[in-house]
């Protein structure tokens, strides 16, 4: 499956060259009064992280200067300056395991592994932090890799990779699921609290011939399937506006979901800038940090202003 996914994108990256713009948008709600200010194609910086963090994946900015960081594998918090882009600390929390998405409250830690555990790292920078590990109704079979901190509910926001429903539960075909981790009770609410159409993202893809073509002629050839292509990795709110970003490495999007979930744009990401895009998150002030693995190279972290 892995050699599909890369053959896929591979043939994505070719028909992205025959002048489609990657940065084109579709106003998905006209009605929405939302305003993208962010020009995906030309980062403000590009910071190249150290070796360790190859694997790099979710993102949390923290504080007035820094974003904290995990990995795939170890269970340890990175901090890196947003001037410098250099990594200043790490902290270890436990053992190895596969962390996907960070979300910084305070002084708290929540990092998520795909199994849809969250382990909460109280006083995360002390060299003795109080971790504390809950069990989520999520299996490895959702994949979850998105995490985000929604101050509106104090919930965080888990967003699955893979299948979007709870064991036993409604199974939501069509769709992709991110569900509510309420901080008050910490318990997930098993009816999601958004659900990304698939239907819309497919009309999207398919909006010129070449796109149409690509789709049509990888899904023929076993490449690519929707359940597949569109998966999300990376999810945060924009500050400003409250609209929640969400980014699939595999589709090479990125969209914007309002607070109802209706989805108000959907830009591509170009592949020669977005390897594997799997952190996002936002400052106070709205600049736009996403990450990306570095496969055979290294992992980065691009900046975009908002204009």
Same mark, same amino acid.
């Given at each position: 499956?892995?050699?599909?996914?890369?053959?896929?994108?591979?043939?994505?990256?070719?028909?992205?060259?025959?002048?489609?713009?990657?940065?084109?948008?579709?106003?998905?709600?006209?009605?929405?009064?939302?305003?993208?200010?962010?020009?995906?194609?030309?980062?403000?910086?590009?910071?190249?992280?150290?070796?360790?963090?190859?694997?790099?994946?979710?993102?949390?900015?923290?504080?007035?200067?820094?974003?904290?960081?995990?990995?795939?594998?170890?269970?340890?918090?990175?901090?890196?300056?947003?001037?410098?882009?250099?990594?200043?600390?790490?902290?270890?929390?436990?053992?190895?395991?596969?962390?996907?998405?960070?979300?910084?409250?305070?002084?708290?830690?929540?990092?998520?592994?795909?199994?849809?555990?969250?382990?909460?790292?109280?006083?995360?920078?002390?060299?003795?932090?109080?971790?504390?590990?809950?069990?989520?109704?999520?299996?490895?079979?959702?994949?979850?890799?998105?995490?985000?901190?929604?101050?509106?509910?104090?919930?965080?926001?888990?967003?699955?990779?893979?299948?979007?429903?709870?064991?036993?539960?409604?199974?939501?075909?069509?769709?992709?699921?991110?569900?509510?981790?309420?901080?008050?009770?910490?318990?997930?609410?098993?009816?999601?609290?958004?659900?990304?159409?698939?239907?819309?993202?497919?009309?999207? #893809?398919?909006?010129?011939?070449? #796109?149409?073509?690509?789709? #049509?002629?990888?899904?023929?050839?076993?490449?690519?399937?929707?359940?597949?292509?569109?998966?999300?990795?990376?999810?945060?709110?924009?500050?400003?506006?409250?609209?929640?970003?969400?980014?699939?490495?595999?589709?090479?999007?990125?969209?914007?979901?309002? #607070?109802?979930?209706?989805?108000?744009?959907?830009?591509?990401?170009?592949?020669?800038?977005?390897?594997?895009?799997?952190?996002?998150?936002?400052?106070?002030?709205?600049?736009?940090?996403?990450?990306?693995?570095?496969?055979?190279?290294?992992?980065?972290?691009?900046?975009?202003?908002?204009?």
């Amino acid at each position: 499956m892995l050699l599909y996914l890369k053959i896929g994108i591979s043939l994505l990256t070719l028909f992205s060259g025959c002048k489609i713009p990657h940065n084109d948008l579709s106003r998905v709600n006209s009605d929405d009064p939302f305003n993208f200010t962010y020009n995906l194609d030309n980062p403000d910086t590009v910071w190249h992280m150290p070796a360790e963090l190859v694997e790099i994946s979710g993102l949390s900015c923290f504080g007035e200067s820094h974003i904290a960081t995990v990995q795939d594998e170890d269970a340890r918090i990175y901090l890196i300056n947003t001037v410098s882009g250099k990594v200043i600390n790490s902290y270890i929390f436990g053992k190895k395991g596969d962390f996907e998405g960070i979300a910084i409250i305070d002084s708290t830690a929540w990092v998520l592994e795909s199994n849809g555990n969250l382990f909460r790292v109280e006083n995360f920078q002390h060299p003795h932090p109080v971790v504390t590990k809950f069990k989520t109704p999520l299996t490895a079979d959702n994949n979850a890799e998105g995490l985000a901190y929604d101050s509106q509910t104090n919930a965080l926001l888990i967003a699955c990779k893979d299948k979007p429903y709870l064991k036993g539960g409604e199974k939501y075909e069509g769709f992709k699921a991110i569900y509510s981790f309420g901080l008050d009770e910490k318990t997930l609410d098993p009816t999601p609290r958004f659900l990304i159409d698939l239907s819309v993202i497919e009309e999207f #893809r398919a909006n010129n011939a070449i #796109r149409k073509f690509y789709i #049509r002629t990888s899904k023929k050839a076993g490449l690519i399937s929707d359940k597949l292509f569109f998966e999300p990795s990376a999810i945060a709110f924009n500050p400003h506006n409250s609209h929640l970003f969400v980014i699939s490495h595999t589709a090479k999007l990125l969209l914007v979901l309002n #607070r109802e979930g209706h989805i108000v744009e959907i830009h591509r990401l170009n592949p020669g800038l977005f390897n594997q895009p799997e952190g996002i998150c936002f400052s106070k002030e709205g600049t736009l940090y996403i990450s990306n693995e570095g496969g055979k190279g290294f992992g980065n972290i691009l900046k975009f202003e908002s204009y």
